[in-house]
């Protein structure tokens, strides 16, 4: 008997979320199922991930806003003092004569400059000499004893057997003396002679030589080859008389006209030389210019992390939309470009007083308010408006820019005299001073604080003014001087301090946020390493239930293989 048998296979189907298991059986693939699973149930690990990225993505915002602050800073420490921010040129009829530089605190305006007579420094030369530079000029040990600018001095332990060269060297570094007199040779073609010189220019600064030891240089050999003598000028025109000048012991003159530095070339009594100092608009300009574009690249900055967009009809938010320690720091950049100088007061026309710039707006900057234009929220800069102001005020320009704590006040009665550098703060203050009958000052206020007195000074303890200095002037008896005093720093100063605080790398805004937000990702760290233990739990769970169905598989497929071949035997 012939049995036919048909064997079909079993087919069973899972499905568990998105992962379909079908065909399972000996040689099924169970690390592609496991695997499967385990990406199923890591949305959760991954929705932190993201989570994490998207904060990361915050702390990137801020260190580059953060890079932005600082190179503004870097760009107005450049130009935060008057001396900076603002140039003098000066002019002379003869530079080969006379040359000049000016400050800032130059006046414009020329002055006549007459050289009666050059400053230099005394020169001895000995009138005899050696045949050679290695000749011997002393046979003992001995000294050199000399008197310069009226003051003795002796060079102790010159060698016995010291050549000229040798002399020379031990002269020059010795030292009590070296930065007195120093030593040199000269050669006649025959001779070489020991030349001395003084190190200071002036009439005073003579070099006597008193006692030259064993020395074949006796001290009656020196002679003065060049005297020692005073710069001699008038200054338009001062002092009256030909026989007067004004003397310095020097070529460079830096005392006599305020804020000019005179380097005297030539004489010549007969000669007026004229100096002349303008003001470098250009340079005010250009300065201007850079500190507008310096500001323009925080704000652009600013509005690429924070604006919200509507293109598409829906609000879209920035990186940093609605963050407010960013809205806090554009709000604090603002105020200051926008607000009234420290301690600048403004213009009254009536009375004459304050000061004709305190703002920017007045100079022509401005913020542009425009939301269609390209410039919304820059500032701008009106030129038109900016060179009548330069025209009219070019020092009250540079100084609302760069005044660096310059103190003044509003009265003869008492003047400004010092600060604490670092902690007075700019400001207008208002004083109170009272006198007793003696004329003494009983008691004083600064910003209507109680001031610390010091004979006719006054110095404020506490508050903002704390460490500023002022002196009566005004003795009277029993009475009573009131004023203000003000202490100006310009908008870059300002604006400097203010970012020094924005980016203190501790106690700034942005350090804050950064710290904040460093925190919070390692809290999500710390979920996505339980994520990632439960998830390795449950891979290796999942591997050990589907070891122990593979071994089953194979189990019953043997069984099924052993029944099969018993049947087919019972029917053959």
Known sequence: MTTSTSTSTAATSFTSGSINVSGL????????????????ESATKTKFENWKTSWAYKVQGFQYLNNKLLSLKTTLGGMDTVDEFLSKAVTSTSDASVSATATSEAMVGAHSIVVGQLAQNDILTTASGVSSLSSSVTTSNTSLSFSYGGTSYTINDIGAG??????????????ATKDKVRATTIYDGSTYHLQLYGMDQGAGNQVVISNTGSLVFGASSFQNTQEAQSALIKVDGFPLGSGNWIARNSNSVEDVIPGVALTLKNANSNASITIGVTTNTDSIKTNIKTFVSAMNEVRSALQ????????????TGSLLTGNYGVQLIGTQLKEVASGLGLGFDLFNASTGTGDYY???SQIGISTDADESSSTYGMLVLDEEELDKALKKDPDGVAELFAANYAGSTDTSDFSYLARINGKTKAGSYEV???????????SATIGGLACGVDGTRITALSGDAAGMVLQLDNQTPNSTFTGEVHLKLGKTGELGEKLTELTNSSSGPLAILEENYGEIMD???DKIAREERRLANLKSRLKDQYARLDALLNTLTNT??????AIEQLSS
């Open 358 to 360: 305190s703002t920017l």
């Open 162 to 175: 010291s050549t000229l060269t040798s002399l020379v060297s031990f002269i020059n570094n010795y030292a």
């Open 25 to 40: 059986g000996n040689g099924t693939d169970f690390n592609s199922l496991i695997d499967g699973l385990i990406t199923a």
């Open 523 to 525: 809290s999500i760290d």
């Open 432 to 442: 109170s001073v009272t006198t007793g009958a003696d004329g003494k000052i009983t």
């Open 304 to 315: 690429a992390l924070t604006k919200v967009s509507n293109a598409s009809g829906t609000a």
């Open 560 to 565: 099924q293989s052993q029944l099969t071949s």
